[in-house]
Nanobody, 115 residues
Framework: QVQLVESGGGLVQAGGSLRLSCAASGSAVSINAMGWYRQGPGKVRELVATISSGGTTIYADFVKGRFTISRDNAKSTVYLQMNSLNPEDTAVYYC?????????WGQGTQVTVSS
């Protein structure tokens, strides 16, 4: 089993920044891909960014140039640096990790961007 715990969400004004963190525990060894999804009010859950254990990254078009995903394998932690936030970024952000083909999810952290 893998447990994922997010932190760093909150309320920020448009144009501001937040940094999300997600720490994996339990059987965190051998986690391959990690990343973030988000789900806005009345919207479906959508992929934000992923990063492999080797550091290969994939971003959704709507965050390219604004968000940066990174990870510290020694700490089994993935980060999401979010800059130039706008109200459309308001959502619950969910961390995920994939280990041996099984996807594990965090509980989600709320990000609210005020205009």
């Amino acid at each position: 089993q893998v447990q994922l715990v997010e932190s760093g969400g909150g309320l920020v004004q448009a144009g501001g920044s937040l940094r999300l963190s997600c720490a994996a525990s339990g059987s965190a060894v051998s986690i391959n891909a990690m990343g973030w999804y988000r789900q806005g009010p009345g919207k479906v859950r959508e992929l934000v960014a992923t990063i492999s254990s080797g550091g290969t990254t994939i971003y959704a078009d709507f965050v390219k140039g604004r968000f940066t995903i990174s990870r510290d394998n020694a700490k089994s932690t993935v980060y999401l640096q979010m800059n130039s936030l706008n109200p459309e970024d308001t959502a619950v952000y969910y961390c995920f990790g994939v280990r041996f083909g099984i996807t594990y999810w965090g509980q989600g952290t709320q990000v609210t961007v005020s205009s």
